[in-house]
């Protein structure tokens, strides 16, 4: 069923260079790694496309996604099966992210027949105007061209192949080439047979997708400076996205990278709220924490409270849910190195008290709880960096006074959270102007894993929470990232895009 090779424009091609697989169970596959000839090949292919791609209509558009989302459904099982031996994910975690998947597309397809999004606007003619005639002015979003595509390794569905940004681009109009995660190149194959499937089912350009295999950040890099390539979505890692992020801005023709990077999502316990239910918001903190082996860029890693006797229960509340928990598979080797790295950095960090010790080894993660002062984060930067999986930081502070410094002193965050009771309103609300700068995404009473695909969600914010604090990967305001205005003055009719002659 798997070719190891990658699709471009339609066919599977192969390559002289090969890496293997590191499942978290089973066999290994061998997969092509595509260099410079393939990132050429893709690119031009998708170049060539956008001249019938990006002119198409949207009802055209709107079939292709639909066909898309029923082309992975139909695959279903056979995907659920190599995701989970390749990521240790189990099936009912990648069933239910095999539905966000396909309804994203969906969604996608509903958006852009309801037109919403072009943001059409008109300034009819003024001839007699004064102290000057204006001309006839339209409006519309159009896009941009080839987009690049980075899938993810937390999200083999629903950040790569066929996910948030592939939808979003294809929705707008842009072909994509996808660079596949090499944590799980099997599950990306899968998708692009649907894909391509989709593609020929409704007769749509072949060079509209691309998947290209790879191991290395030369391919990555390629990509990334091809100039045919307009603009790039990222899910990953901080370092990485910000190599990518660098080299897009010094391309001779400098284009948009659209990188979600790192985010510790702080959540905020207000004194009324921690006294009357500080065990429960411990407990489903706990929950939290470790969904999914700590591996989601929501993960409220860090709790800030007022210290004192609440605090003090809330932490060993917190103690007592997180310790039954056992060992989770996390999704590579190197991802499982990367948090007991992380864990030892906190360890060796002056001021700072581990409360729940466990033993993690090989690919496996167990949760870990540490406690510091107000005072001490302060002090120490890097108790603020993002550890990728279920490790849990309380701050203790003095007072409301100094949760607001540590408010302050967050980077840009995907969110910020705020439990609070009646009581607690006016010294929330003071948090709020600050939570507003610091995050694309305030929750009260919440939890912020689990990110809602819709309308009104953002999944984003400052600097290093994403690379572009105006935009959102997840819901329908990410198709932005890949259009463009464009402004048509004194245009014929006859010569306007279709959906900009009628108004």
Known sequence: ????????????????????????????????????????????????????????????RAAFLNRIADEIEARGEAITEIGSAETGLPGARLR????????????????????????????AALPDGQPLARPDIRLMERPVGPVAVFGASNFPLAFSTAGGDTAAALAAGCPVVVKGHSAHPGTGEIVAQAIDAAIKATGIHPGTFSLLQGNNRELGSSLVKHRLIKAVGFTGSLGGGRALFDLCAGRPEPIPFFGELGSVNPMFVMPTAGKARGEAIAKGWAGSLTLGAGQFCTNPGVVVMVKGGDADAFVNAAVAALEPIGAQTMLTDGIAAAY???????????????????????????????????????ANHVLGEEIFGPLGLVVMVEDLGEMEKIARSFQGQLTATVHMDDADGPQAKKLMPILERKAGRILANGYPTGVEVCDAMVHGGPYPASTNFGATSVGTLSIRRFLRPVCYQNIPDEMLPEDLSDI
């Open 340 to 378: 007991r790295s992380g864990r030892d950095s906190i360890r060796a960090t002056g001021g700072v008290r581990e409360v729940l010790t466990s033993m993690c080894d090989l690919r496996n993660a167990t949760p870990y709880l540490f406690l510091t002062s107000g005072a001490n984060w302060l």
């Open 96 to 123: 239910g992210e095999r539905g966000r998947t396909t309804g994203q597309l969906r969604l996608f397809a509903s958006h852009i027949e309801k037109g919403d999004y072009l943001d059409r606007r008109r300034d």
């Open 1 to 60: 069923m798997l070719t190891g090779k990658h699709l471009i424009a339609g066919e599977w091609v192969g390559g002289e260079t090969m890496f293997s697989s590191e499942p978290a169970e089973g066999s290994a596959g061998s997969y092509a790694v595509a260099g410079p000839t393939e990132v050429e090949r893709a690119a031009a292919a998708a170049e060539d496309a956008f001249w019938s791609y990006g002119y198409s209509t949207r009802a055209e």
